[in-house]
């Protein structure tokens, strides 16, 4: 929001300039300006534009996350959302790295966990532990989309999606592998083994031919 309103501040000071040749103030018999300057014009427009870029990538990767949890949850309607620092202070669900609403179709990542997933996508070789857990929010919360409710099942459908979900972001066929598979026998194990709030998203029956398995051809786990 602060980028929007110094972008749109220095778009009024463009519209200013432009202004300050055409209008005659009271008490004055001519424009405050005969000609507008075009170095103020140039720099007002490259702050407007600078200011704006930020805002621009985030609509944009919100964009492309919508149209992706949309897919991946069956075509059931996604509209994601990645808040920012501010956001996340006042939301209620601020304790949880990302929720989703079934109804609404609204997911929303929490900061900074859409910068995470960005990081992800640009070198998805070199992937960290966050980035990893980032991938798997962006399918758990569109299985929730998808209208499971039950964590520990809907973890589970993301587990096996995982590697469906990086491929539609556009990560490589064996990285994206890598990277479901990682969560599958890392970060997802390990949740087990805490127990807890978070042994509530693990499952011992979420696994190769048990009883949560999709059998999906593309699954993580399919050889
Ligand atoms: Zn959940």
Redesign the pocket.
Known sequence: MLWIAGSLFFCWMMVRECLSTLITPTGYDHPISSKISIPFLILYGTLALAFAWQPFQYWRFERLLSIKATEIADFHPAKVHCNTIFDTFVDQNYFAAGH?DPHTGKIVFQYPWCNRLMDYLHHPQKANREEIVSLNIFT??SM?VRGEYN?AK?ECEAVQRNYRAAKLLGVPDQTAKKTALNYYLGEYQRRGAIGGLAGSYFSAECAPGKAMDEHLSDSTWAR
Do not use: G, L, P, R
Request: charged share 35%; glycine share 0%; aromatic share 0%.
């Open positions: 989703a758990h919360e929730h964590e809907t």
